[in-house]
């Protein structure tokens, strides 16, 4: 698997996450999924699958006369990278005053506290 280079608009990250749940899937597979929030056609999703292919995010497999669409980026290296300009650009690289945001906007729940405190704990040790 590769990083993402390219941006991934909101749009392509709902026919993202349908790929990295069950891949490989369908451009009617992957509407079918994605029906149910997004009410797109299968032509909406075969748009985004074009876009994604373009960006070199995902690959297709012809599999008799359909094409079978999978993830060439893990999901958990997405997140990472995402995670990593989010940081850099609203906040010069430092995560507490990320975390003192969500604290200042009561977006930390106790169990995310909980969390965080093992996290430091663990890298503390």
Do not use: C, H
């Not at 995010?57 to 006369?65: K, L, M, N, T």
């Not at 975390?99 to 906007?105: D, I, K, M």
Request: aromatic share 4%.
């Amino acid at each position: 698997m590769m990083a993402v280079s390219e941006k991934i608009s909101e749009a392509e990250l709902v026919v993202m996450e349908a790929l990295w749940q069950r891949a490989p899937l369908t451009a009617a597979d992957v509407a079918d999924q994605v029906a149910a929030d997004r009410g797109w056609s299968v032509q909406t999703v075969k748009t985004l699958l074009s876009r994604l292919m373009a960006k070199d995010i995902i690959a297709a497999d012809q599999d008799g006369r359909r094409f079978l669409y999978r993830p060439l980026v893990v999901r958990e290296e997405y997140v990472a990278s995402e995670s990593g300009r989010l940081v850099n650009r609203l906040f010069g690289g430092r995560i507490s005053p990320l975390v003192a945001q969500l604290a200042e906007q009561d977006q930390l729940t106790a169990d995310d506290i909980a969390e965080l405190e093992g996290i430091l704990k663990g890298l503390r040790s």
